[in-house]
């Protein structure tokens, strides 16, 4: 069973902190990696999506993939209220086109 | 904004009637996709479509049945409602081309359904 394990939080984070939010996946081989943020009652919204092992950053938000340990994160520098959401972790396995979501991680930026 | 809209946005119907859930997109993308999404279980993907008339099951297809005769439309059927698909539907699509890679998956608003 292909996984994508996320803590649920709430990850509770200073405003003007960095948000580090982290994912782990039990296939090795993926190939692709995404980040999705969604806010109560809305639809989710891709923001980072990262292929490669290393950092992609992209504004505020650094992806980082470590495909040795099967891990993917996101950091978010300077955080804001606005950045208060829902973080889905997302996969698309090695062989498989289907996409894997993990069940988000809540993060709340405290004012 | 990827030009999908989904219909109706928010729908109540009783157990055992059928039930039909659009999404409609304007770009020419190529996949679509139905996803339910619920507490504790995160999204889950019902059924998929690679093109007109092409499409095939997901991860939770149970009860479920889909339709793409024009590539702007993916309907999603529910023959017989039952209170268990009681859900927030997602619609999204992806495509390799207008700088697209064909892996990043983009969504619709999302429909609210409760089957009571």
């Known amino acids: 069973q292909k996984e994508v394990e996320q803590n649920s939080g709430p990850l509770s984070v200073p405003e003007g902190a960095i948000a580090s939010l982290n994912c782990t996946y039990s296939d090795r081989g993926s190939q692709s990696f995404f980040w999705y943020r969604q806010y109560s009652g809305k639809s989710p919204e891709l923001i980072m999506f990262i292929y490669s092992n290393g950092d992609k950053e992209d504004g505020r938000f650094t992806a980082q993939l470590n495909k040795a340990s099967q891990y993917v994160s996101l950091l978010i520098r300077d955080s804001q209220p606005s950045d208060s959401a829902t973080y889905l972790c997302a996969v698309i396995p090695n062989r498989d086109d289907k996409i894997i979501f993990g069940k988000g991680t809540r993060l709340h930026i405290l004012p | 904004d990827a030009g999908i809209t989904q219909s109706p946005r928010h729908k109540v119907t009783e157990t055992g009637t059928p039930v039909t859930l659009r999404c409609h997109q304007t770009e020419n993308h190529r996949y679509m996709y139905w996803y339910r999404q619920d507490p504790g279980h995160g999204l889950r993907l019902i059924h998929y479509?690679?093109?007109?008339?092409?499409?095939d099951k997901g991860e939770v297809s149970d009860g479920y049945s889909v339709s793409r005769s024009k590539t702007e439309d993916f309907l999603l059927t529910l023959e017989s409602a039952t209170s268990s698909q009681t859900s927030v539907y997602f619609c999204?699509?992806?495509?390799?081309?207008?700088?697209?890679?064909?892996?990043?998956?983009?969504f619709g608003p999302g429909t609210r359904l409760t089957v009571t």
């Open positions: 479509s690679y093109g007109v008339k092409d499409t």
């Open positions: 999204a699509i992806s495509d390799v081309s207008s700088g697209l890679s064909g892996y990043e998956q983009y």
